[in-house]
Nanobody, 118 residues
Framework: QVPLVESGGGLVLPGGSLRLSCAPAPGANIYAVFGMFWYRQTPTKTREFVASITNDYSTNYARFVEGRFTVSRDSASNTAYLQMNSLEPEDTAVYYC??????????WGQGTQVTVSS
């Protein structure tokens, strides 16, 4: 049972764009969400923080994506988004979303593959 579902990953050319989405799985008992986070991981690296957005719509970005990626949220539907522009081969990774509720409970998705290649 994976509480969150990511979508939007795939194969894209260098310089291209993708938009990732993340929302609770059907039947998941996830209600008010304090923070929505994006991470990424490759087989040779630890899981890295990418971007986050909190309930007041404050955002934070990792240095390596700042200016290229934009995180947003739709609190009414508890959906997180990650708009990824100017993608580079180094962005190739599995991207994960995480929600944190007001009781500091973390909920994770299964990840979605992003491949940037010509």
């Amino acid at each position: 049972q994976v509480p969150l579902v990511e979508s939007g990953g795939g194969l894209v050319l260098p310089g291209g764009s993708l938009r990732l989405s993340c929302a609770p799985a059907p039947g998941a008992n996830i209600y008010a969400v304090f923070g929505m986070f994006w991470y990424r991981q490759t087989p040779t690296k630890t899981r890295e923080f990418v971007a986050s957005i909190t309930n007041d719509y404050s955002t934070n970005y990792a240095r390596f994506v700042e200016g290229r990626f934009t995180v947003s949220r739709d609190s009414a539907s508890n959906t997180a988004y990650l708009q990824m522009n100017s993608l580079e081969p180094e962005d190739t990774a599995v991207y994960y979303c995480k929600f944190r509720d007001y009781a500091d409970q973390d909920w994770w998705g299964q990840g979605t593959q992003v491949t940037v290649s010509s």
